[in-house]
């Protein structure tokens, strides 16, 4: 992209001891994201998206967890800093949004005084009064309307999607270089979601704010990211920018999710696209690709475990985990449906 | 023909009581405002809207676990509105319910084959080795394996569990399924797979769905007609390609054009029509 990134991930690993042995969470995971960037991380429930990225923030450290890898924000590595570090760093470098804001605020507290708190606890300087008058802009600039008065409102006095603005600027109060936004939208409705979208879109353009979006909507991912992480089973098995993923995407896994989404710009097929079975267990790993056992295209070369490589002439940064050849899989995947159809531009 | 299901100005209005001593009615919330819609025979109305609209104690009102404030529901023909428990009791046979949350709509103490076989057996239908062989028949007929008949519910994946539920329902072999977001828990690949077998289902079965969801894409895909409710009221009914291809209430609109675009040129375009409006 443009910039030098300001945060690194070089093959992290997240396992996690469990008694039945132990549990590959995230397995080699590499990217860099640069300031106003979007990236999306996209995948089921137990693809690893959230492992990663709580890993980043200091959040999986436990007795059972083994991390191995290298987190580097501005040149600083994470992964080893220590717990008064990393509190620092949270907020002041990296901000986080929650899937569900009813259940990421103290509900006996008042919001405002919530976020004070939060400012106060990084930077002891600030009086009350200023730190008061900071949050009054800051849900100003998330937009909830007559600010002055709601930072004195509980969370149960705020509607869902008030509530994820509030969690907004409570991950914006420090400022913060990275927002790590895990699931943003996804309990909220339709309406407030688009509204949701478009003020993370704003932050990220204004404040040149580089953005890590979790989600497992593809159509809230072609409305705000720059680039693309597909995970499955721990791993990424494609990447690339956003339209090389929805233009000519390589792995068949991005194309089961791409097919079986109901689309309203489409007519509407007799049958939705479907892919076969269910994620496999991280405990029991088939030999090689994952995502073999449910994959269509499966041949000789699978139970051998692909790298992630760019196999595309055109496009050196556009990689994926599938060891059909490019030829091979445009022509399944016109087989398969109306994916990717077009050439991307 | 009569339509098997038939409901007409249902009304339903919870009442806001303030004081300690005499309850008074301050004000009420009218969660269903006055709703007509029928549902054919072998036929999937589908009945969208954000949370809060109302969708939901529609479904339940119609299946009388809640008591209407005022309003007509007619099932075969036969006014069911403000049945009692024992009157309805036959009736459940007729109209069965598929669950949001699989995690939360199947006893965790129970096996699955008493899951899906209780219907059964609570309504004399079927005992003993017909009970269970019943029982693994529907199991298999939802993409379950009959082996499953011991096992317990976290067992499954969420996905499995929603094929439970639904082969919970279809035991008493009713006419019509009111499905209540049977979806949105799920994952996106293993979604498709559950709108596939309602749709399967359906066809082999001739069962009527009342199929209640907020996703417009997958109520477009799974209906033949669609009514769109808001605060309490529906603002449109149609066939589901008139609804989502020529909107006609403002507020399905609005409701259609939040609906992400899986697609990043159409998304950039809107996005550039939406900024120069």
Redesign the interface.
Known sequence: MSAAPILSVRDLRVGFQTEAGLLQAVDQVSFDLSPGEVLAIVG??GSGKSVTAQTMIGLTRSKNSQIEGSVKLDGEELLDADDATMRRLRGEKIGMVFQDPMTSFNPVYRLGNQIIEAIRAHNGDVGKDEARQRVVELFESVGIPNAERRIDNYPHEFS?GMRQRAMIAMALAMEPEVLIADEPTTAL???I??QI?RLLDDLNRQRGLATILIT????????VADRVLVMYAGRVVEEGT??EI??DPQHPYTW??????????RP??R??????G??PSLLDLPQGCPFRPRCPHEFSKCPEYPGLEARLAEAAGHRDRCWLTPDEKRAKRQVEGQIGLEAPR | MTPLLEVKDLVKHFPIKRGILIDREVDQVRAVDGISFDVQRGETLGLVGESGSGKSTACRAVLQLIKPTSGSIKFEGREIAGLGRRQMRPLRREMQMIFQDPYASLNPRKRIGQIVGDPLKLQGVARGSDLRRQVQELLERVGLASEHYNRFPHEFSGGQRQRIGIARALALKPKLVICDEPVSALDVSIQAQIVNLLDDLQDELGLAYLFVAHDIGVVRHISDRIAVMHDGRIVEQGTADQVCEQPKDDYTKKLLAAVPIPDPRESRERRGQVASR
């Open positions: 089921e429930s869902g409705d339709v309406t979601q688009a979208l497992h909507d593809l159509g809230v991912v072609a409305e956003l339209d929805f233009y089961g999710l791409m097919g079986s989404l109901t689309r309203l710009d509407r097929p049958r939705l696209p479907q892919i076969a269910s994620p």
